[in-house]
């Protein structure tokens, strides 16, 4: 007999680590709501008020970071890339995260947009094989609060700003675990695989050596 699918959420969090085993397994939980109901507000996604309330308590525990969330996920990802046969993809996109309206969090958030609005930037760093096209996870991600700078900044000093937007690959990509031996992985900005299709094939054949 074949053992039951895992659900997502015990798929990708089951081994979160939010120093408390009940908080784990509500994660997992939660996890697996949210999925099932990815539009809308929270209050949307939870039609039982007693999960929205267990929801937001969790994530108001201070174990319950960014990081802590993700790294179960994230380490799935790692063990996916290292066994997968042929060459791994990691793709790097940002998207914006706008959270204006939230003015409890004014403090936390950089500009976005055309600088009107207010949220992060969200780097992620996603594990495609190249051959297969076969998602395998996030392989890193990165909340970016894009500093306030003057107009007047000259290009030297841009240049030179260690919170530089375009170090965000780079610093996500040295999240991800180094491939073991005779491994490779290619770093791609997501529109260098909108480029023509035989400049992009090349670079996947000299990284699969």
Known sequence: ???????????????VDLKNTTRNDRLVE?????????????????????????FYRL???STVTHAAVLAPAVARTHELMAAASGTVLVVHDWTELDYTGHTSMKDLLGQIGNGSRRGYVCANALAIVAETREVLGLAAQILFHRPDVGKGE???????????????WRLASEQISAPGQDRRWAFFPRWLLSATPCIVFRIIAFFSG
């Open 1 to 15: 007999m074949e053992a039951p699918a895992m659900s997502f959420g015990s798929e990708f969090f089951g081994k």
């Open 30 to 54: 939660l996890a697996d709501v949210l999925v099932a109901n990815p539009q809308g507000t929270f209050p949307k996604k939870f039609h039982d008020p007693a999960q929205l309330k267990a």
């Open 59 to 61: 994530m108001n525990k």
């Open 154 to 168: 000259s290009r030297d000093v841009r240049r030179d700003r260690i919170t530089r937007e375009s170090r965000l």
